[in-house]
């Protein structure tokens, strides 16, 4: 009996060690990922890298700045076939809110920024965001994360744009300091 007892305890131990914190108020994080966009017919594709800063306000709520680069490739609509190559940026503020506590965290969010580049004559943008993060250890997670923004040159584009938008999503590794 004693021996079953000890095993538990050892098993109990264990896992406990392998429960990890996740982030905190007050911590601040960075984060760098892979990423790709595309339209909705697959016809313009970007891939490239962002790099985000932020700082969680709560346990749940965090705040920051995303900056992205893509370079890609774009068929062109005259010549079928035929493809020129782009690149393209953009820098967002976010706000996300992750639920609930442990190692793997669900995240959504909305941005607000700019576009600019090659195939973008630097306009605003605005989206939603949803997304995953999966402590790994304690201050360190593999994050998966997509949007759906828009682009708006004005206030009255802003709300007659919405199907006009551009899908992002990316798969990085993020830290809390």
Do not use: C
């Amino acid at each position: 009996m004693i021996k079953h007892t000890a095993q538990i305890g050892a098993l109990a131990l264990l896992l406990t060690a392998n429960a990890f914190a996740g982030p905190e108020a007050g911590d601040k994080t960075l984060e760098l990922s892979g990423s790709g966009s595309s339209d909705k017919e697959f016809d313009s594709n970007f891939f490239g890298g962002n790099a985000s800063v932020g700082y969680f306000a709560t346990d749940q709520l965090q705040y920051g700045v995303r900056q992205s680069l893509n370079v890609g490739t774009q068929r062109a609509a005259v010549n079928a076939g035929k493809t020129k190559t782009n690149w393209n940026a953009a820098t967002r503020v976010f706000a996300d809110y992750h639920f609930g506590s442990g190692d793997v965290l669900p995240f959504v969010g909305a941005n607000i920024g700019g576009f600019y580049g090659d195939t973008v004559s630097n306009t605003g943008s605005a989206g939603l965001e949803l997304g995953l993060k999966a402590y790994v250890q304690d201050k360190t997670y593999i994050t998966f994360q997509a949007e759906y923004d828009y682009l708006f040159d004005s206030g009255d584009d802003f709300s007659n744009n919405f199907d006009d938008g551009a899908i992002f999503y990316s798969l990085g590794m993020g830290y809390n300091f």
